[in-house]
């Protein structure tokens, strides 16, 4: 059973909850505590909202908002498709402002599922009879917030903290430091009320090994936040999850599928995960709407056709240079076939259609050729509309990440496959850079021994017999790539501010967005982070 719980009500909720959910305006609806609910669907109703706000964006607006700004993804215009007002050029070239999109969407996104989160305590609080599930309910959604926050925290730097539900005060920003202090304490409180079970039934919410991951997470990045190193925090953390015995690594057989359609509560690495499903009323898992190329639409199976704007850069690509290595399979390079390994996929067009820029006589004479996707992005039609042109070439230009396989069984763009949150091989490489920065070992583990122990599940080449944090880094690039941490981890190892594509903005402000004007013009409290 691949489905959560709360996600059989879910349905229903957009019609129960309908209120503004900016964090400056208090959630109000019609639902009031003492009439509702009443029973136990009622009760996984009320929660329900908060996992179903959760999903809403997290493979979209923070997909993007996280991945287009490193080096990892770039999504380029191609013969103006795509350009979309400079809103991807935005975050390749580090120029957005308090009025972007995607950035902005990340703010009105989390401040809906703390807003929501509240509500939905506060009305549980006020009529679910007192027992184990009411307690662990509760638990489940500070958690949550908590979650949420750390995401907040980590986008916006200084934000507010709101935990009470109905009021209208508005409130200034919170420091980081004040912020990172209150997720860890709402962690620490919580996590004894949360369940130890991993199964099905517990699949998509919170567990104790959610709260531990996200410590630990909060941790490792804990100088960087506060100014004050938390390593052997971190370490203490990841040795909770490890030492449940409640995940395991997958083989190098199972790696890729790790990422299917058909993924789910079997996976043994997914410590907690987002359920995605067409038929979910909320949230949009659309990778291979964005990475498949045009061409490749018959040989995934696909009932639409793909845009294929999105792709990777060479300096990120450049990471998977180990031949033996399964983790190159999530990647279409190349020339293209078929599923059989020897059929090419071909496209028939014009001479001019393959190529723009043709210049010889027979511009609409046909031309076919083999799908060849190039490792460049060249801005050739129009550098300022970060255009690479509107011909075959331009499609073709950058490799395509397909780690989130195509669903062939969806009738729409939108996918079933899972996006993992917290991994168990995230655990073990976390705890191995909080060693190489000092902390101390614990159970004989040491950082060589543990980022081994994760690559002998992806490589049939040597263990390593030496480790930098270079070395790091650079596996957590081959390890988690399109999983969201990418602009987390740059910025923890200084690589923010490098240069790649057609970046050349290295100002150190940008590791945080602005906050969007329309929070700015809501809340008269808000002030803006520095350098916008």
Same mark, same amino acid.
């Given at each position: 059973?691949? +489905?959560l719980?709360?996600?059989?009500?879910?349905?229903?909720?957009?019609?129960?909850?309908?209120?503004?959910?900016d *964090?400056?305006?208090?959630?109000?609806?019609?639902?009031?505590?003492?009439?509702?609910?009443?029973? !136990?669907a009622?009760?996984?109703?009320?929660?329900?909202?908060?996992?179903?706000?959760? /999903?809403?964006?997290?493979?979209?607006?923070?997909?993007?908002?996280?991945?287009?700004?490193?080096?990892?993804?770039?999504?380029p215009a191609?013969?103006?498709? @795509?350009?979309?007002? +400079?809103?991807?050029?935005?975050?390749h070239?580090?120029?957005?402002?308090?009025?972007?999109?995607?950035?902005?969407t990340? @703010?009105?996104?989390?401040? #809906?599922?703390?807003?929501?989160?509240?509500?939905?305590?506060?009305?549980?609080?006020?009529?679910?009879?007192?027992?184990?599930?009411k307690?662990?309910?509760?638990?489940?959604?500070?958690?949550?917030?908590?979650?949420?926050?750390?995401?907040?925290?980590?986008?916006?730097g200084?934000?507010?903290?709101?935990?009470?539900?109905?009021?209208?005060?508005?409130?200034?920003k919170?420091? %980081?430091?004040?912020?990172?202090?209150?997720?860890?304490?709402?962690?620490?409180?919580?996590?004894?009320?949360?369940?130890?079970?991993?199964?099905?039934?517990?699949?998509?919410?919170?567990?104790q090994?959610?709260?531990?991951?996200?410590?630990?997470? *909060?941790?490792?990045?804990?100088?960087?936040?506060?100014?004050?190193?938390?390593?052997?925090?971190?370490?203490?953390?990841?040795?909770?999850?490890?030492?449940? #015995?409640k995940?395991?690594?997958?083989?190098?057989?199972?790696?890729?599928?790790?990422?299917?359609?058909?993924?789910?509560?079997s996976?043994?690495? =997914?410590?907690?995960?987002?359920?995605?499903?067409?038929?979910?009323?909320?949230?949009?898992?659309?990778?291979?709407?964005?990475?498949?190329?045009?061409?490749?639409?018959?040989?995934?199976?696909?009932?639409?056709?793909?845009?294929?704007?999105?792709?990777?850069?060479?300096?990120?690509?450049?990471? =998977?240079?180990?031949?033996?290595?399964? /983790?190159?399979?999530?990647?279409?390079?190349? *020339?293209?076939?078929?599923n059989?390994?020897?059929?090419?996929?071909?496209?028939t067009?014009?001479?001019?259609?393959?190529? &723009?820029?043709?210049?010889?006589s027979?511009?609409?004479?046909?031309?076919?050729?083999?799908?060849?996707?190039?490792?460049?992005?060249?801005? %050739?039609?129009?550098?300022?509309?970060?255009?690479?042109?509107?011909?075959?070439?331009? @499609?073709?230009?950058?490799?395509?990440?397909?780690?989130?396989?195509?669903?062939?069984t969806?009738?729409?763009?939108? &996918?079933?496959?899972?996006?993992?949150?917290?991994?168990?091989?995230?655990?073990?490489?976390?705890?191995?850079?909080?060693?190489?920065?000092?902390?101390t070992?614990?159970?004989?583990?040491?950082?060589?021994?543990?980022?081994?122990?994760? %690559?002998?599940?992806?490589?049939? !080449?040597?263990?390593?017999?030496?480790?930098?944090?270079?070395?790091?880094?650079?596996? /957590?690039?081959?390890?988690?790539?399109?999983?969201? @941490?990418?602009r987390?981890?740059?910025?923890?190892?200084?690589?923010?501010?490098?240069?790649?594509?057609?970046?050349?903005?290295a100002?150190?402000?940008?590791?945080?967005?602005?906050?969007?004007?329309t929070?700015?013009?809501?809340?008269?409290?808000?002030?803006?982070?520095?350098?916008?």
């Amino acid at each position: 059973m691949k +489905k959560l719980k709360y996600f059989l009500l879910l349905a229903i909720l957009p019609v129960l909850f309908v209120s503004c959910y900016d *964090l400056d305006v208090p959630i109000t609806t019609q639902i009031t505590a003492d009439a509702y609910p009443s029973d !136990s669907a009622g009760y996984v109703s009320t929660a329900g909202i908060v996992y179903s706000k959760f /999903r809403e964006n997290y493979a979209m607006a923070y997909y993007f908002t996280t991945e287009l700004s490193t080096d990892e993804a770039i999504l380029p215009a191609r013969g103006g498709n @795509w350009f979309d007002n +400079k809103g991807y050029r935005y975050f390749h070239y580090h120029e957005w402002t308090p009025d972007y999109g995607w950035a902005n969407t990340c @703010w009105d996104w989390l401040s #809906g599922i703390i807003g929501y989160d509240n509500q939905a305590m506060y009305i549980l609080e006020a009529n679910m009879p007192a027992g184990s599930q009411k307690t662990r309910m509760l638990a489940e959604l500070r958690t949550m917030r908590a979650l949420s926050y750390f995401y907040f925290m980590d986008l916006f730097g200084n934000v507010p903290i709101y935990t009470t539900y109905g009021s209208f005060e508005q409130k200034a920003k919170s420091d %980081r430091t004040e912020v990172f202090n209150f997720i860890e304490s709402e962690l620490k409180a919580c996590v004894g009320n949360l369940t130890t079970d991993v199964s099905a039934l517990t699949y998509g919410y919170p567990t104790q090994y959610l709260a531990y991951s996200l410590l630990a997470k *909060l941790y490792l990045n804990a100088e960087y936040y506060t100014g004050t190193k938390r390593y052997d925090d971190c370490i203490a953390a990841c040795d909770k999850v490890i030492s449940s #015995g409640k995940y395991s690594l997958a083989t190098r057989s199972q790696y890729l599928k790790m990422f299917y359609p058909d993924n789910g509560p079997s996976t043994p690495e =997914f410590i907690f995960a987002v359920p995605y499903n067409p038929s979910y009323t909320s949230g949009y898992m659309y990778r291979a709407r964005y990475d498949v190329p045009r061409s490749e639409q018959a040989k995934f199976g696909l009932p639409f056709k793909p845009s294929a704007p999105e792709s990777t850069l060479p300096e990120f690509y450049a990471n =998977f240079d180990d031949p033996n290595d399964v /983790r190159n399979g999530q990647w279409l390079t190349g *020339l293209q076939y078929l599923n059989d390994g020897v059929t090419p996929v071909t496209v028939t067009t014009t001479n001019q259609g393959y190529n &723009q820029f043709y210049s010889g006589s027979d511009p609409k004479g046909t031309y076919t050729y083999q799908v060849n996707l190039s490792p460049n992005v060249t801005l %050739r039609q129009d550098s300022l509309l970060f255009d690479c042109g509107n011909d075959e070439i331009a @499609w073709n230009m950058g490799y395509r990440n397909i780690k989130f396989y195509p669903d062939a069984t969806s009738t729409s763009r939108n &996918q079933n496959n899972d996006m993992p949150v917290f991994r168990y091989s995230d655990i073990l490489l976390m705890k191995a850079e909080a060693i190489l920065r000092g902390g101390t070992a614990t159970n004989g583990q040491t950082a060589l021994s543990l980022v081994n122990t994760v %690559r002998a599940n992806r490589t049939t !080449s040597s263990a390593w017999t030496t480790i930098t944090l270079d070395s790091i880094y650079n596996e /957590r690039a081959r390890e988690f790539a399109y999983e969201t @941490w990418r602009r987390n981890d740059m910025i923890r190892f200084g690589k923010y501010e490098g240069k790649w594509g057609f970046k050349k903005d290295a100002s150190v402000y940008r590791r945080i967005y602005p906050i969007p004007t329309t929070a700015l013009n809501l809340n008269k409290k808000l002030t803006q982070n520095p350098g916008y």
